[in-house]
């Protein structure tokens, strides 16, 4: 019986020291900003209110989104998100609050079948392959962007950089503990499907 406890004892204990190495990995990652020009930014979406106006959280992806588009990081914008409990279709709200900002509607991609971050790394590459896009930069909160890189270079997009907006909640915490297990529920995943291949866009 000693020995059984000893050994869940040691398992917690790696796994514990795991949980924090991994974390403050995903968080060095996710707070650097890797700011490159490409053929378009990613903006995964979140809590749409009800009476339709953004969440903070939301709302400070779209301005990161719109700071790098007036600096010329990119020409085109995809929005992502899909219906929310609260009844709207968070990619038609983000695009509405970007063309609110000035943002023509061409610049504007809209991905309403966004409903999880590996969809939209499905969505966008299929998007990418059908336009010529070959790079994307995400914008999202910091716990998230080591999983997004990831997913959209598992569908074949190579070029991926990332960069958060400066907003913070007691929240990111509990983010973190569920990145966690997301992020290796999604290698588990790749490890028992056939590897995947994918239409190279052309020049």
Not at 61 to 72: C, F, I, P, S, T
């Amino acid at each position: 019986m000693l020995m059984v406890k000893r050994f869940v004892l040691s398992g917690l204990i790696l796994l514990g020291s795991w949980f924090v190495l991994h974390s403050a990995v995903v968080t060095a990652d996710g707070l650097t900003d890797d700011v490159q020009p490409v053929d378009c930014l990613v903006v995964l979406g979140n809590t749409v209110n009800p009476d339709g106006s953004l969440s903070a959280r939301l709302q400070a992806r779209l301005d990161k989104a719109l700071e790098l588009y007036h600096q010329g990081v990119s020409p085109l914008i995809l929005v992502s998100g899909g219906l929310g409990q609260e009844g709207h279709y968070e990619a038609t709200v983000m695009q509405r609050y970007l063309v609110a900002q000035g943002v023509p509607t061409h610049a504007i991609l809209i991905d309403n079948e966004g409903n999880n971050t590996q969809a939209t790394a499905r969505n966008y590459a299929r998007i990418a392959r059908q336009r010529h896009l070959r790079s994307a930069l995400v914008v999202s909160q910091f716990f998230h962007l080591s999983r997004t890189k990831r997913l959209l270079r598992g569908q074949g997009i190579t070029v991926v950089y990332a960069a958060h907006p400066s907003y913070y909640e007691w929240r990111d915490a509990y983010a973190l503990t569920r990145e966690f297990f997301a992020y290796y529920a999604y290698l588990l995943s790749q490890s028992q499907d056939p590897p995947a291949t994918h239409d190279s866009p052309a020049a």
